[in-house]
């Protein structure tokens, strides 16, 4: 469902763009929670006064061609610099407004220069401001690292995107006609309720079990709801990735974690990125995690927990630096060749791809962007790029803020889309 669209007022963005609409569907990496991304209005007029750039400011950081004189370009790249970084501050404050405790938020322009910067706090006990380079779980954006070492192992022709899933796992129970397309596009069938939220599983329950992958598919296999013909419809399943996670270790006979590692972690050089599926502790310096069981309801800690109920699907720890790196390099090519990396993107009759899904964003060449984003107790994220993969902006929450409806606020997903302008 989306929540009821805000005022324009309300909130109303430095960037100032036209109303940014999220095309493609997606879902929180908790499950029963689900909460789709939602339209992020903005009035498309010039800023206010007082938000406004002074005018000599505006024309250098606008067009730095024109500056002349010595010492001009530095001053005008130091004026771009301080313009990008005021204009993701009043992002990142639209965020803290919906009482989020801390934020971190970043791009890279098209010149490959990253700036990042981070709002509120990291911990509420200790009011320990939160740090651009603070880590947070990223949730469902795992996903998209998922899909992509699928599709790398179809290139190694190692498997096929048609290639039957019991071919590989046997003995699941699963229906014979599911294939590794219907996993990476949400449409085996699997329902978006995993069951790890019908009683007798509970978040506390949960919070130190260890579930192996068969564990997970058996739950899900419990839900009593008949599932569509595989390959018919949409619908976002924790289920499909894990069963995709299954398949990364049959295919490699390696974990998950190792392919992850040698594919994407190492080669990107994301050193502050791991996926600690047993460990319920997050190391290094992070951001900890607040949840909110319900409207106007108190924020509770729920920094510490096993990723096992989640494992490909959301259990990868990362920041906006190394989202970002990701992102670009899966846009520029380095990631997948081009007839696999179109693969990803063909969102067919479904709005969603092969672990990624477009979003309209008016402000960018084409009108719109590609990305994902990722809910799991306690942080709510985001990471975006521009379809020729000039640009990228990532988010990290540390909170879930709930709407009067029950719903999620969807303020942190649109100010990572509403980063990408420029």
């Known amino acids: 469902m989306l929540p009821e669209i805000m005022s324009v007022r309300r909130l109303l963005v430095a960037v100032l763009a036209p109303p940014l609409i999220v095309a493609g569907a997606s879902s929180p990496g908790a499950p029963a929670l689900p909460a789709e991304a939602a339209a992020l209005p903005a009035e498309a007029a010039a800023p206010p006064a007082e938000d406004a750039a002074p005018p000599a400011e505006a024309a250098a950081a606008s067009h730095p061609d024109s500056a002349s004189g010595p010492g001009a370009p530095a001053r005008t790249a130091a004026a771009h610099v301080q313009t990008t970084t005021t204009r993701l501050e009043r992002l990142a404050e639209k965020v803290i407004e919906t009482g989020t405790p801390g934020v971190a938020l970043a791009t890279i322009t098209g010149d490959g220069a990253t700036t990042a910067i981070a709002r509120g706090v990291a911990d509420r006990r200790t009011n320990r401001p939160a740090r651009p380079d603070d880590r947070y779980r990223i949730g469902s954006i795992t996903k998209t690292m998922t899909a992509v070492v699928v599709l790398q192992l179809v290139a190694e022709g190692k498997i096929g995107l048609d290639d039957r899933v019991v071919r590989w796992m046997p003995g ?151 989202e970002l790196t990701f992102l670009r390099a899966l846009f520029s090519g380095r990631l997948l060749p081009k007839p696999l990396f179109d693969e990803m993107r063909n969102v067919g009759e479904f709005g969603y791809g092969l672990g990624i899904y477009p979003v309209e964003v008016p402000c960018v060449p084409g009108g719109v962007a590609w990305g994902h984003n990722g809910q799991v107790f306690g942080y709510y994220s985001a990471v975006f790029t521009t379809p020729d993969g000039s640009r990228q902006a990532a988010v990290g929450a540390n909170a879930w803020i709930m709407t009067e409806d029950g719903t999620l606020n969807p303020t942190a997903e649109q100010v990572a889309a509403a980063a990408l302008c420029d």
Not at 173 to 187: A, F, N, S, Y
Not at 197 to 226: C, G, K, M, Q
Not at 284 to 302: A, E, S, V
């Open 172 to 322: 699941l129970g699963l229906d014979e006609r599911i294939t590794v397309r219907h996993l990476l596009q949400h449409t085996s069938g699997f329902h978006t309720d995993t069951m790890l939220a019908s009683p007798p599983w509970s978040y506390d329950r949960n919070r130190f079990h260890y579930f192996s992958y068969r564990d997970l598919v058996r739950i899900a296999l419990t839900n009593p709801e008949p599932r569509r013909t595989p390959g018919t419809h949409h619908e976002y399943s924790n289920t499909n990735y894990v069963l995709a996670g299954m398949l990364i270790e049959e295919v490699t006979a390696r974990p998950v974690g190792v392919e992850f590692a040698r594919r994407i972690f190492g080669p990107l050089g994301m050193r502050d990125t791991s996926y600690p599926v047993a460990n319920p502790v997050i190391a290094g310096r992070h951001l900890r995690g607040y949840l909110q069981d319900g409207p106007d309801k108190p924020l509770f800690d729920t920094t510490t927990y096993s990723m096992s109920w989640l494992r490909t699907a959301g259990g990868v720890v990362s920041t906006t630096r190394d």
